[in-house]
């Protein structure tokens, strides 16, 4: 802090905050209404506590000196409860919320760390964070508190982030196709040729390096298409296959009011106060002419794939809808997917305002015996892109506590904790009894007396009647358990 001029102040403040900015424009009817919405969400406050010792005694910054106030700020691995107030439709969504979300839409800050690329964010979309400093002085007439200084240095954050399981799809879900189905004729004015099927399952996450990482490895996965023809006579060929072409979808939801659900296409296009921002980025297009069909009989011993959404490794599709129970064909086409090199791609996230989703879209061309034009086949898969942590970063617990849990750990696996427990009587502090005086009969009064005077817990009889103790240490016991053991 340097200052061009003797200054007085009062207090400095430092602060490290995230924030989210959107806007969203509706259609006015007259020139007189506003037709932009817009919102601003605080999800990040962390305060620098600053010794008074290091500060000017007075406050009075020389002009010309340099003052050096030092700080720390330890990025959260989660927000607080407190960053999502709003309604959450379940659970999942409200966790969701308060995973940090990556910065996102600031054009002088999106990269990879080395470099200005563009990260597909709209206009109408922010998610900045910041460092903040304020300098503020008390005025004398009034006591109110003015802001002298203030500056701001924007930080670029992309936080660890892990791959969440795979999507579980309704099957009323239109944005994503995990299966289709078409049928294949001999020409235009010809029967029938079959009826081909393309499925395949959510592939693994696109992994995005550690920060400030010097590996120079593309960031890859794979998927895995599963083909089945099922032909209209035993004696029709499977057909010739083309082209394999692979894009990914870019989808940023925005909005001024919360989600309290993950965002959908056709919820967000109808909402009023929601938007929707796609762009697509081609990743490759291969010829798939050498893929080989495997044939199968209806008695064929291996399992057929029980849905497209699981994660296991099928043998083959289920039947189509014109299958009739002969002979059918397989085919499976692994397909390599790079992220590539010239745009920024965030993490996927769910905030309160913004969230950012990304669909693979597979396109398969097939070719027929008389045919002029080619059949299309496409199915939409969700992609996940996670991020590594930083692995030179400074652990939040100790290393004694990560002994301890691993300690732990270590005996649950090895089943000492499902060992017998030791049970005892319990100690002479928790037998006592407490006296609740009520009213009651001489003759009970008396009766309780003697019990007293011989140390014997009472009989069931005398709960028949009016109740004069009642046991503190433990409620009344369920038959056959003991209160020892709760």
């Not at 010809?190 to 490895?217: D, F, H, I, V």
């Not at 921002?277 to 199968?296: D, K, Y």
Request: glycine content about 4%; aromatic content about 8%.
């Amino acid at each position: 802090m340097t200052a061009p001029n003797d200054a007085r102040f009062d207090d400095i403040s430092i602060t490290f905050e995230g924030f989210t900015k959107t806007f969203v424009e509706k259609l006015a009817t007259t020139a007189a209404v506003n037709p932009r919405i817009e919102a601003f969400h605080s999800f990040l406050k962390l305060t620098q506590p600053i010794d008074e010792s290091i500060l000017p005694q007075p406050r009075l910054a020389e002009a010309g000196r340099t003052y050096q106030i030092p700080f720390t700020f330890v990025v959260p691995e989660r927000l607080l409860p407190s960053a999502c107030r709003h309604r959450c439709e379940s659970g999942q969504v409200e966790d969701a919320h308060l995973q940090l979300p990556p910065s996102l839409g600031d054009p002088t800050l999106a990269g990879d760390g080395s470099s200005l690329l563009d990260d597909l964010a709209p206009e109408m979309t922010k998610v900045n964070y910041a460092i903040k400093v304020k300098i503020g002085r008390r005025r004398e007439s009034d006591g109110k508190k003015m802001v002298l200084v203030e500056k701001a240095r924007k930080l670029r954050i992309i936080p660890a982030s892990e791959e969440q399981p795979p999507l579980s799809i309704d099957g009323q879900d239109e944005d994503w196709v995990f299966r289709q189905e078409k049928s294949l004729r001999k020409g235009m004015f010809k029967g029938k040729l079959g009826r081909l099927t393309m499925e395949a399952a959510q592939p693994q996450s696109l992994r995005l390096p550690p920060p400030k990482s010097m590996s120079t490895c593309p960031t890859t996965t794979a998927a895995t298409v599963f083909l089945r023809f099922d032909p209209s006579e035993e004696a029709t060929a499977p057909p010739k296959l083309d082209k394999l072409m692979s894009k990914l979808k870019i989808a940023t939801y925005f909005g001024c009011v919360p989600f309290n659900e993950f965002p959908r296409k056709e919820r967000a296009i109808h909402h009023p106060s929601h938007g929707l921002f796609v762009e697509s980025v081609p990743l490759s297009s291969r010829c798939v002419e050498s893929a080989q069909w495997t044939q199968h009989d209806a008695s064929s011993t291996a399992t057929r794939r029980d849905s497209a959404f699981s994660m296991s490794s099928p043998s083959f599709p289920e039947p189509s809808s014109a299958y009739g129970g002969n002979v059918f064909h397989t085919a499976n086409i692994l397909v390599p997917l790079t992220l590539p090199t010239n745009k920024a791609f965030p993490p996927t996230f769910h905030s309160c305002l913004v969230s950012r989703v990304y669909q693979l879209d597979l396109s398969l061309s097939v070719h027929t015996p008389g045919s002029v034009t080619a059949t299309t086949l496409q199915i939409k898969l969700p992609l996940q892109i996670s991020a590594a942590g930083n692995s030179s970063a400074t652990p939040l617990i100790s290393s004694s506590e990560q002994e301890a849990i691993d300690a732990r750990q270590l005996r649950e696996a090895s089943g000492d904790f499902f060992q017998p427990r030791i049970i005892a009587p319990p100690s002479p502090e928790y037998t006592e009894r407490a006296e609740l005086v009520r009213p009651g009969s001489e003759e009970q009064q008396q009766q309780q007396q003697r019990r007293e005077q011989q140390q014997l817990p009472p009989d069931y009889s005398f709960f028949a009647g009016a109740s004069h103790i009642v046991p503190v240490g433990f409620e009344r016991p369920l038959l056959g358990c003991s209160p020892v053991c709760g």
